[in-house]
Nanobody
Framework: QLQLEESGGGLVQIGGSLRLSCAAS?????????LGWFRQAPGKEREFVAA????????VYAESAEGRFTVSVDHAKNTFYLQMNSLKPEDTAAYYC????????????????WGQGTQVTVSS
């Protein structure tokens, strides 16, 4: 059984940066096909942000994240990350990390394990 725990959220000004961490326990994250990040703003559906292969060999981003966010994995720490730069008010949401045995990286129900979420608030 895999457990995931996010950290690193907080309040940041427009244009600022945050790095979210997703610490895994119970199994090595490299055994999962896809490690993903999703977010959910109040009143909106959960949406895909970014994903990386469990082995760390490939990454994919939502259009809204492309060029500003970077997803990475540290197998030694069994942790994966979401570096967020040039943050905008529309990035405000609860961010969730997840792990999947599927390659359907942008489909939330394909993910088997989820963290509890960490809040990111971008304000002026």
């Amino acid at each position: 059984q895999l457990q995931l725990e996010e950290s690193g959220g907080g309040l940041v000004q427009i244009g600022g940066s945050l790095r979210l961490s997703c610490a895994a326990s119970g199994r090595p994250v490299r055994t999962y096909v896809t490690l993903g990040w999703f977010r959910q703003a109040p009143g909106k559906e959960r949406e895909f942000v970014a994903a990386i292969s469990g082995g760390g060999g490939g990454t994919v981003y939502a259009e809204s994240a492309e060029g500003r966010f970077t997803v990475s994995v540290d197998h030694a720490k069994n942790t994966f990350y979401l570096q967020m730069n040039s943050l905008k008010p529309e990035d405000t949401a609860a961010y969730y990390c997840a792990a999947s045995g599927s390659s359907h990286y942008d489909i939330s129900y394909e993910y088997d394990y989820w963290g509890q979420g960490t809040q990111v608030t971008v304000s002026s």
